[in-house]
Every structure is written in structure tokens, then in C-alpha cells.
């Protein structure tokens, strides 16, 4: 799946489009983003924006191994519209993944 992130200038213009794959992102980052973010007790967009930026130190870390062309200023310049999109797909695909998984039973 194809992540986007525009980096906009103060007038609203892109000046910067970063275009990602979804990665076969480690167990230690899936459970940071779902740590930080408190998935199950979201009921909506305004509370995921402010679970984000409580956590937006942390979530920088990680979306910057996705997103390896945006540079630290980068970040101040990016749409929320675009933003937590990003983030539910991120999440949404690293489940898919993980429940392709072969299930086995250990007898």
C-alpha cells in the first residue's frame, strides 16, 4: 500500500511529497504506535489527534523510518487531514500482515 505525506510551505502550498510503502514494520514499533495511541479506546478523530500529539515525539521516531525523505522541520509542515490517515493505514496494514500468519497449535 502507498503512503503520502505533503510537506505544505505558510501558505498552504507543496513544496514537498513524500510517497512511502507500507514495510514490513518490526513488532517493537506496531506495539509503540498501539501503546501510544490507545487504538481500542478511540471512538473518534479529535481524540486520535490528541492521543498523537501527546505522543508525537515518539510517532515522529517511527514514521521517519517510513517516511526516510522528511526531515525533522518537515514534520511542522504536514496536514492532520493527511496526517492520522496515515497513521490508522499504517496500523490497519500491520494487522492484515499479522493475521496472515499460519496459526499453529503447540501440543
Known amino acids: 500500500m502507498e503512503l503520502q505525506i ?6 498552504d502550498k507543496a513544496v514537498k511529497v ?3 510503502q507500507t514495510v514490513d514494520i518490526k513488532f517493537g514499533q506496531i506495539s509503540a504506535i498501539m501503546e501510544l495511541i490507545d487504538v481500542d479506546n ?3 478523530n479529535a481524540e486520535l489527534l490528541k492521543t498523537v500529539h501527546r505522543a508525537w515525539k515518539q510517532l515522529k521516531k517511527i514514521l521517519g ?4 525523505d522528511m526531515t525533522e522541520d518537515d514534520w511542522d509542515y504536514i ?7 496515515v497513521v490508522v493505514a499504517i496500523l ?4 492484515r500482515e499479522m493475521m496472515t500468519i499460519p ?3 503447540n501440543e
Not at 505533503?6 to 501558505?11: P, S
Not at 523510518?65 to 526516510?68: G, N, T
Not at 490497519?92 to 494487522?95: A, L, R
Open 103 to 105: 496459526q499453529s497449535k
Open 18 to 20: 513524500c510517497k512511502a
Open 6 to 11: 505533503t510537506v505544505y510551505d505558510d501558505n
Open 92 to 95: 490497519k496494514d500491520s494487522f
Open 65 to 68: 523510518k517510513i517516511f526516510p
Open 42 to 44: 478511540i471512538e473518534n
Open 79 to 85: 496536514s492532520v487531514k493527511e496526517l492520522l490517515p
